[in-house]
């Protein structure tokens, strides 16, 4: 018999591949994406970039048409061409690299033919003109019929910093989840038996407060007495609600039901929704529907839209869009905008700065941009492709014009040098080039975001040039789930250096690029690699972290240095950037940006009163740790060290230790996959059967709480049911299973897959001893327990058996670790009559999954890139700057100037010289100088001394108790911790 979770059935969801995704999405929208075939036409750098995301998000198939020959000032955005491919066919030449990206996806390259639109779900037309938008939409128009419906179609395109993006996804497009998030459930205290129908939930600061609005749907599971509320597969019964308080709400006349006794969950009910689009033909006629993704620039998107539709009508009439930084086509661009803007409609007053600009570069590209819009648009493919989400109605258009130079520059600045670097030359100027090249840059982080930030750097010539370096760090190793969002790694470099195999990866795509790569965790630890030459020679730091404490750390050193830092973080369609620019800025720690705490639950709660599938979840997962992970370890610290147990002060904590290794070195050891599995069977009735018995018997169903009034089992606690073994109950026998899986694995027992039968008959045999109620006074004398369990142990030296210790691992599922917490999480929730958990479910809740999209992850590096090209000219002031929040999902976008900085944030540190004198005259010179008492003075992350160890060296040199200078420093700077202000000093101490 397997465990669950093991393996890939033939057709399904790869879950390894793709975990982080469905932790976002669904198994179902999944399906629905791997169900689609997109045809794509255009596949310069945008195309490339909605290529690589959909593919790696694992569409059906994906057929690129893009004839043109390759050309090298395409090499400033497309990733995957080379110089030797300049000449060929964009489309043929990069088949096989966009191909190997996901062996799931069929991807091809073809000769664009209308026959090709009725064999593709999705149609995308990158750049292109009006023309062929308007001809492409009526033929996926032609196909709503009565035998399906339209091929959805999108058309978009990127013009230097400005973008535009058209949707058409028919008449009628099925909205199935607006926005993604979870659906809201809430446990019942109570329901009334009456016409107007009351609906109370717990009122405790552990329940949520109703969040629903008047008019939502819901369901019922799990009620008790008023059955007639239930909904079940059979028979759904969904109910609207009226909100009458923050935990009341009505659901309509129940006079008609049975009473309600006790027990339920109201769940929401997520509504499909329907949307109507219109042909580019209706929209370009009537009154457009324009969508805002820039907040900070008001009515922008009716400017933008003003001169797309100038620039389509430049291109009708002219056979061309403007010259880059031609003054005259800019000119004749503004003319011809007065001309055709008023014609079309458009409700905006012209800006005509802006309409020059977006003239001057609209035949310029760079890769941030490609970046940004490649991960929009193929959100929205996917939004096409399988319901899920809510999609851009129907024109959406963003610039970044704050990444142009604000200095009027010479037009040689903008001319070409017939490079790869060209098309961006004519955004930024040749100035800004070479300082581009000549960058040193520290990233920290190679994954998802990681990755996409140093493909961008490879496109844009950042650290190309002579003197640049690219330094960036990743302690981690590549694993199968980062494959479907990390495009710079393959299933070879599984087990492999993330930073290393990345590093490699990008100088493929520009061979000029200089990265030095490092497997470290960057903090204290790293302090004499990445020191203080290290961060006086870098320009800017951009972090692709997952936690808090890196980025706060990284955030520390940018201030200490006075370095540009640009952070970004994505969790599903969710996204932020956050930029800090020195002495103009907040920080990132004092900017108050957070993520969101991470929740915990109280331990009574997670016990004893569970009342919500989380928190079955955390129980088994300490569970797990308990079981498998911490006793191990117990007994190999016991064998190192005789004395291990007189290192722990807690004797509750000692004599569980005492246990753990009684139990491994003195009690019988398993000789056979039987013994594991007979075990796992024990298992099962201690820590469910005879748990719950035991809580029963103190706090019985009928048990009033503290005041005699109410019943002690009343919400939010859930009065639990002892369960009863039973073969015919899959998620027991899955529990055992797993239970002797991994035991097998500790003890080195080899495992023996079972027929059901020999598991029937073996798990009959077995005798199971009779409850009996536990003694509270059993755990008063832990002492002379602990003593009766030592003289048990065997001396160390005398023990050959050593156990393998056990690391929880989420994406391995053939190790049993989540089909164990799966099995413990279901089986509690069973006794407290909480809805269950599937396997990835649970897998995502107690691996801590964080939800990640290619996508997301595109728009968000690109933004960081972008925000730190603006910092590399060093004179934008703070208008210029963005900090970006945006769910994709929505979607929605907030783009907010930062909070300009607190008067002390960047005021230059004072540095204290003194003598290499000892350690006493030094504390003595401190107060007699400055008033002050020096509480502990540190080097690095070595405590030179303190007041409570200076008796000891008040004699001793302070370059001697320092020890030897770290690598790459000159001087001994050390810092002073006093007992009153300053709080602290820097103190440099002058060699003699």
Known sequence: MASEGAGVKAGAVDTQLFSRQLAALDFETQRRIMSTSVLLLGVQGLGAEIAKNLVLMGVKALTMCDSEPATLQDLVSHFYLTPGDVGKPRAVTCLKRFADLNRYVHVEAADYSDALVALHDVVILCGGTLTQALHLDALCRGFDTADGPAKKFLWCGVNGVFTYLFNDFGASHEVLDRDGEQPKSYMVSSISQDVKSVVTLPD?????????????LVSFSGVEGMVEANTSEKQPKYFRITKSGTHTLSIGDTSGFHAYTCGGYMTEVKEPVTLHFDPIE???????????????????????????????????????????????????????????????????????????????????????????????????????????????????FLDYVEALPDKELPAEEFSPLGGRYDRQIALIGRTMQEMLGCVNIFLVGAGAIGCEILKVWAMMGLACGPDGMVHVTDMDTIEKSNLSRQFLFNASHVNKSKAKIAAAAVVVMNPDLKVKDYVLRVGEETASIFNDAFYENIHAICAALDNVKARSFLDQKCIAYKKPFIEGGTQGPKGSTTVVVPNMTESYTTSGIRDPPEKEFPLCTIHNFPNAIEHTIAWGRNLFEGLFVNPPCDVLA??????????????????????????????????????????????????????????????????????????????????????????????????????????????????????????????????????????????????????????????????????????????????????FITAA???????????????????????????????????????????????????????????VFLNLALPFFAFQEPQPASEDLWKDEVV?????????????????????????????????????????????????????????????????????????????????
């Not at 002219?318 to 458009?346: M, S, T, Y």
């Not at 024990?682 to 748990?691: G, L, P, R, V, Y």
């Not at 030179?944 to 060296?953: D, G, H, I, N, R």
């Open 282 to 396: 209706k929209q370009l006629t009537g009154v457009p529907s324009l969508f805002c993704c820039d907040d900070s620039k008001p009515a922008r998107e009716r400017q933008l839209y003003a001169a797309y539709r100038t620039l389509w009508e430049y291109q009708r009439r002219n056979g061309r869009i403007p010259a880059l930084r031609c003054q005259e086509d800019a000119k004749a661009f503004w003319a011809l905008a007065l001309e055709v803007v008023p014609k079309a409609g458009v409700d905006a007053t012209l800006d005509e700065k802006l309409f020059t600009t977006f003239a001057l570069v609209a035949g310029g590209d760079m890769s941030p941009m490609d970046t940004i819009w490649g991960g929009i648009v193929a959100h929205e493919a996917v939004k096409a492709a399988s319901g899920k989400y809510t999609p851009v109605r129907q024109w959406a």
């Open 638 to 819: 016991y064998l190192a060290n005789p004395d291990f147990f007189k290192t722990i002060e807690q004797p509750v904590e000692r004599l569980e230790k005492v246990e753990h290794v009684h139990h491994y070195l003195v009690e019988a050891r398993p000789k056979s996959f039987t013994d594991c599995l007979l075990w796992g069977r024990m298992q099962f009735e201690e820590k469910f059967t005879n748990n719950i018995k035991n809580l029963l018997s103190k706090f019985p169903p009928d048990a009033l709480a503290e005041g005699g009034k109410a019943l002690f089992w009343s919400p939010p606690k859930r009065c639990p049911t002892v369960p009863i073994f039973d073969l015919r109950n899959q998620t027991h026998r899955t529990f055992v299973l797993a239970c002797a899986h991994v035991r097998a694995h500790i003890f080195g027992v080899a495992a023996v897959n079972l027929t059901d039968h020999e598991f029937d008959a073996l798990m009959e045999r077995i005798v199971v001893p009779e409850w009996k109620e536990s003694d509270p006074r059993a755990d008063d004398d832990t002492t002379a327990k602990e003593r009766g369990l030592l003289v048990q142990l065997p001396a160390p030296a005398e023990v050959t058996f050593k156990p393998r210790t056990v690391v929880f691992e989420k994406d391995d599922d053939t190790n049993h670790h989540i089909a």
């Open 912 to 992: 204290y010289d003194v003598p290499d004198e000892t350690a006493g005259a030094f504390v003595e010179r401190m107060h007699r100088e400055h008033q002050w008492t020096v509480s502990s003075v540190v080097y690095g992350v070595k405590m030179v001394f303190a007041s409570w160890t200076l008796a000891k060296c008040r004699d001793t040199k302070l370059s001697v108790l320092a020890g030897p200078l770290a690598p790459g420093e000159t001087e001994l700077v050390v810092s002073v911790i006093f007992d009153e202000d300053p709080g602290s000093a820097t103190i440099r101490v002058l060699s003699q």
């Open 204 to 216: 405790d600061p552990e329940s949520p407060r109703l969040e629903l609005d008047d008019g939502a």
């Open 825 to 883: 999480s279901n089986l509690r929730a069973e006794s407290y009559k909480i809805p269950p958990a599937d396997f990835h479910k649970t897998k995502v809740i107690a691996g801590k999954i964080i939800p990640a999209l290619i996508t997301t992850t595109a728009v968000v590096s690109g933004i960081q890139c972008a925000e730190l090209l603006k910092t590399a000219y060093g004179d934008k002031p703070i208008t210029a700057y963005r900090n």
